[in-house]
């Protein structure tokens, strides 16, 4: 009775540990329940608690390069930081690596393949033999059965194999199957390595770009306290001019207001340069926690752009440009992927040999074991024709043909992209800089308005109206001024960055008789 309970008891136990189980495995592969409301997946907590545990702490500390707190970087500093911290560069590293692992083993193809075995059991088999006997009327009758089966038994026997084994295969003759796969290959890897410094590119651009937004930014925080300090002095000469019976109470409240908008600009324009700042550190894949200090605009040479014409330049592109030389080289993959489909048309040539080392020690019925160890070897020499496949090649030279024709037109799509490219920031860059004298002298112009105005108000000659006309146009000229400055600036990244000019590596010399013509 006992012995009942406690095998019901583990049984119980047994059918409780399967359902638990299933019912783990069951949760930890259903999707959500409906779709109008989000759910808790199983063991997301353990994923939130690693990410809170570590993501922050490999982030602020894993970083690649040691920040100065206090050093102030300038432009070229922080692209050099930005390039050897940024994620996006070692993710682009890791890629082309990928590449190159891909053509050695494409390569491995041309070498011999070798494999080493060894194995060694043990058998144990039977064998049934007959008793068998000889009819006596056979003698006086020849048509009956000579021999009956009357009984039988069986043979036990075991075997012990020990084996050792060398195979190798080795592909001779393919037709070109190989060096086009190789040749595709060595095409990705170029593809991945023009997207390594396309990725660098945009990271100097997007660096760049954003330095010069804070800079901005500064600039706009300062035009706002200028402001400021102009509506301050606006009012100081009404609250003077009403001391002396001159000037009325509705104007005194229109100038506090006008102070009022003033300082909340200020710390509008503040915001924004704290939103610029932290946009800035995200290129440079620092946290916006860590102490880094910027430099602030400088004045910088804009001359080597306006080096050559405008079809200059669009011939630059279309010689350099990494997105162009890795459609051309996806164009080139594509034609060596229809060479290998072409290769399996024609017969392959393979050797084939192994050598091997065997020992069989065999017991018969418990007897002693007794066997012997002798080497084996072979060789063959295989041609395998293709005689039929259902149509299979012929739909994969369809399919290469379509992609070689599509990477062709992409290629050609991007021609176009980079020559619109290149003329829009040619002609916004020139804007840019037609732009600047215009600003300079409306800033000028402002300034002198604002002066004279605001002289005129003080002796009784102008209206409240006109002097805080002259004010805000002062405050917009000045952002203007600096809106144009920053455009020169990021419309000369932006030239740089078409034309495929931005962080070019330094080029090497081309050696006659190796360019290959561009597809048409």
Not at 116 to 130: E, H, L, M, N, V
Not at 154 to 163: D, G, P, Q
Not at 305 to 317: F, K
Not at 344 to 355: G, Q, R
Request: proline letters at 4%; aromatic letters at 6%; a neutral charge.
């Amino acid at each position: 009775m006992k012995h009942t309970k406690s095998s019901c008891r583990a049984l119980r136990v047994l059918v409780g540990q399967i359902v638990l189980a299933i019912s783990v495995a069951q949760a930890r592969n259903d999707a959500p329940p409906s779709s109008d409301k989000a759910w808790l997946p199983p063991k997301l907590s353990d994923y939130e608690n690693q990410l809170a545990g570590q993501r922050f702490h490999e982030a602020e500390a894993g970083s690649r390069v040691s920040i100065n707190p206090r050093k102030t970087y300038n432009l070229a500093e922080l692209i050099d930081i930005a390039e050897r911290n940024n994620p996006e560069t070692r993710v682009a590293w890791e890629r082309a690596r990928q590449a190159a692992a891909a053509v050695g083993l494409s390569e491995s193809a041309y070498y011999p393949y070798l494999a080493a075995s060894a194995a060694a059991g043990y058998d144990r088999a039977f064998i049934p033999f007959p008793t068998l006997a000889v009819s006596p009327k056979f003698l006086t009758d020849p048509t009956l059965s000579k021999i009956k089966i009357t009984g039988g038994g069986s043979l036990v026997t075991e075997a012990k194999v020990y084996r050792a084994e060398l195979n190798a295969k080795w592909l001779l003759l393919d037709f070109g199957e190989r060096s086009a796969v190789v040749a595709s290959a060595k095409e990705q890897l170029m593809m991945a390595n023009v997207g390594f410094n396309a990725t660098h590119q945009k990271i100097v651009f997007q660096v760049t770009d954003r330095f010069y937004q804070l800079g901005t930014a500064r600039q706009k925080v300062l035009v706002a306290r200028s402001s400021l300090e102009a509506a301050q002095t606006v009012e100081q000469a009404v609250q003077a001019r009403i001391d002396n019976g001159l000037a009325t109470k509705p104007e005194l409240l229109q100038a506090q207001q006008q102070s009022a908008q003033s300082a909340f600009d200020v710390e509008a324009t503040t915001g924004s340069e704290s939103d610029a700042r932290v946009a800035l550190v995200e290129s440079i894949g620092v946290l916006p926690t860590i102490s880094l200090h910027i430099a602030d605009l400088g004045q910088r040479s804009t001359s080597e752009q306006t080096n050559g014409s405008v079809d200059e330049l669009i011939a630059r592109a279309l010689s350099q440009r990494p997105d162009l030389v890795a459609k051309l080289a996806n164009v080139y993959a594509k034609q060596n992927e229809i060479r290998r489909v072409r290769a399996e048309y024609y017969p392959k040539v393979v050797i084939d040999a192994h050598v091997s080392e065997t020992e069989l020690d065999v017991s018969i019925a418990g007897s002693k074991y007794f066997g012997d160890n002798q080497p084996t070897w072979g060789g063959f020499l295989t041609v395998s024709v293709p005689i039929f496949d259902g149509f299979a090649r012929r739909h994969k030279m369809e399919m290469a043909e379509a992609e070689l024709r599509g990477a062709e037109n992409e290629l050609a799509g991007a021609r176009d992209s980079a020559v619109r490219e290149v003329w829009k920031a040619y002609t916004d860059f020139k804007t840019a800089l037609r732009k600047q004298d215009s600003a300079i002298k409306l800033v000028s112009a402002s300034q002198n308005a604002f002066d004279a105005v605001l002289e005129s108000y003080k002796n009784g000659l102008s209206t409240y109206p006109e002097i805080v006309s002259a004010q805000r146009n002062l405050a917009s000229a000045r952002s203007v001024s600096h809106d144009t400055q920053s455009a020169i600036y990021t419309t000369a990244s932006a030239l740089a960055l078409s034309t495929g000019d931005l962080a070019r590596p330094t080029a090497r010399p081309v050696r006659h008789g190796t360019v290959r013509s561009l597809p048409r």
